[in-house]
């Protein structure tokens, strides 16, 4: 069951990561390239309120040109001047409904709106674990999505899991601006990326990098190579390597599998930082195929 993180939020919890507003140009740069998948969904953005979202407004600006039939919007609220609804933007116009409840993205009466629609797309809360709870109610649910969340989520177990059975990719833009509410409507960049589950164009191999393999170092407790600049990681190997988890925005996980995320490997002794193992795709099955070959061949001597 997942907890209900926000049923006793109020303003005086709240953490800074959930008063950061994401600009319209961010929003626009980023979902421009999803276009043909809007066309006839139902759209849902569950942590909006309309009109001071940019996301609403950018919906509201493009709903016609993107051939979108409705956008659902919602947003968490305890306060009785504004309590919490459902706003409804259609081609014809808007109209509201008032919500049950507080409008808490991970309650059951949010969930069952979320279980109609096609697509979710939101900046969501970052704290309290709640990005991750909320990755993994749109799982649950099957819900296509766009999200913006804390890139460092990718760490956690969850997440992870489904960056490692292809949930779960990055998108095209990361560390953006946003304005701080406790701020003055300051812009503060922050590390951040855009999380979807729709297809994304392949990002391409690295630059070719034929440095002599013997020339890595290798950790003390596991069988890879460390490679600290993504302009280093070489084309020409085939077992695990591990890497700086800012690769997550630049790998493309139809070359590479993701296979573990390691924070305590050492090398002669000496902690690294953080590293994701990575290691290219098919590489293990030519390994085997490779040694199959060898064993056939033997064998095949030895009759002849």
């Avoid at 855009?194 to 002599?212: S, Y």
């Avoid at 170092?217 to 600290?228: E, F």
């Avoid at 990681?233 to 139809?254: A, E, F, H, Q």
């Amino acid at each position: 069951m997942i907890q209900f993180y926000l049923n006793s939020l109020n303003q005086n919890t709240v953490n800074e990561h959930d008063n950061h507003y994401t600009q319209y140009s961010d929003i626009e740069k980023e979902l421009i390239e999803y276009s043909p998948y809007f066309e006839n969904k139902v759209i849902m953005l569950c942590c909006d309120k309309p009109y001071i979202s940019e996301f609403w407004n950018f919906f509201q600006t493009n709903i016609k040109n993107l051939s979108i039939p409705m956008v659902v919007s919602t947003f968490w609220s305890n306060e009785q001047k504004f309590p919490a609804k459902m706003t409804i933007l259609t081609k014809n116009g808007v109209s509201e409904k008032p919500l049950k409840g507080n409008g808490d993205f991970l309650s059951e009466e949010i969930r069952n709106i979320m279980s109609y629609v096609d697509v979710v797309v939101t900046n969501p809360p970052f704290s309290n674990g709640m990005f991750s709870s909320f990755l993994q109610q749109l799982k649950q649910l099957g819900k296509k999505f766009i999200v913006i969340g804390p890139t460092q989520s990718a760490y956690d177990g969850k997440v992870f899991g489904m960056f490692k059975n292809g949930e779960v990719s990055m998108g095209h833009n990361y560390d953006m601006k946003f304005s701080d509410q406790l701020d003055g409507g300051k812009l503060r960049r922050k590390q951040t990326s855009w999380f979807t589950n729709l297809d994304t164009p392949e990002k391409g191999d690295f630059p070719q990098n034929n440095r002599n393999i013997g020339d890595y170092q290798k950790y003390d407790n596991i069988n890879a190579i460390n490679v600290d600049f993504i302009k280093d990681i070489p084309t020409n190997y085939n077992g695990m390597i591990g890497v700086p988890p800012s690769v997550i925005n630049k790998i493309d996980l139809n070359l590479y599998d993701l296979i573990d995320s390691k924070e305590n490997l050492t090398i002669n002794g000496k902690r690294v930082p953080r590293r994701y193992i990575i290691q290219r795709k098919n590489s293990q099955r030519n390994v085997a195929e490779s040694l199959s070959e060898r064993i056939f061949k033997n064998f095949k001597s030895m009759l002849y």
